[in-house]
């Protein structure tokens, strides 16, 4: 059986993951906006108004200067938070680059979330590169979840599921380092 210098194997996964984030970016743009995408920035910012009124009252009277944001009490009343810690940290995103365009704004989430979500692919590749000691089952189980019908496009616009699951592959990465090392 042939086999292939290491070198070259990693330098042709490198290649993968590179083309596959590359072909990542230049898609999220192709993604409509989902109804509940407004209502995930609005949670957004109910978290970071809250959060801010506490801890930097003067910023962030200025940064909601223009913005109509209820109460997260009055908002606990009507909606389900879900992915508050997401949401708020792209509201902060939103508001840093100071980006205004509603177009641009969904695009640029799409784009954090892929990169997030990726992030978490390779991960899953180490994960089970430490598991299985074989780079092409390694990179067949990052193939079969990238296939997926349901999760690719989930990788751009879902900021609830897919950013639970990387984390928990994340999470699970360093449990397994933790326990093989010790």
Known sequence: ??????????????????????????ISNDYGMPLDQLEYRQQGFV??????????????????????IVSITKYQESFPFSGVPLHSTLAFIEVLFDIHNKQEIYYFKYKLLFIF??????????????????????????TILITSPRFFPEMFYNPNDMPFLTSIIIFFYFVRKFFVNS
């Open 1 to 26: 059986m042939y086999k292939i210098d290491k070198k070259i194997s990693n330098l042709l996964i490198l290649l993968i993951f590179v083309l596959f984030f590359s072909l990542g970016l230049s």
């Open 47 to 68: 978290i970071l108004n809250y959060l801010g009124n506490i801890f930097f009252p003067d910023i962030t009277k200025s940064f909601v200067d223009g913005r109509e």
């Open 117 to 142: 979500n990726f992030i978490g692919l390779v991960f899953f590749y180490f994960l089970l590169l430490e598991r299985y000691k074989d780079r092409l089952i390694s990179l067949s189980g990052v």
